[in-house]
């Protein structure tokens, strides 16, 4: 009995670290008909078109779901290549990842993002 005493927080602390997932929020801008078909940070080639996305740290493959906190409309993508360079942003989405949030027009809108 006195085992499972010491054991039962653990389990508990544990089990509600995993409820909820860790949001980050930031301003994410996107980029396309210039760097399509360039190699990619990862090298891999850049299609505008995908649903990746690009960050100064996280590790190439890290899957990510990205929420427009305008329209609350979300999509999955995968880190790919690095960047954004410019102060204030924290993630740059391809075209495709961009159209999927409806940010095309606002070219720079503040998110959210956990990780999948």
Excluded at 28 to 47: I, K, V
Excluded at 58 to 74: A, H, Y
């Amino acid at each position: 009995m006195n085992k499972l005493l010491y054991v039962l927080p653990i389990v508990l602390s544990t089990l509600s670290a995993q409820a909820a997932p860790a949001v980050f929020r930031t301003n994410a801008s996107w980029y396309g008909p210039g760097f399509h078909g360039n190699l990619t940070a990862n090298g891999e080639r850049y299609n505008q078109n995908g649903i990746t996305a690009a960050h100064k740290s996280l590790p190439f493959g890290t899957k990510l779901r990205v929420c427009n906190e305008i329209n609350d409309m979300c999509v999955d993508v995968r880190i790919n290549d690095r960047g954004p360079y410019i102060t204030g942003r924290g993630l740059d989405l391809s075209k495709g990842a961009a159209e999927a949030i409806n940010m095309i027009g606002s070219g720079v809108v503040p998110v959210t993002y956990e990780f999948l």
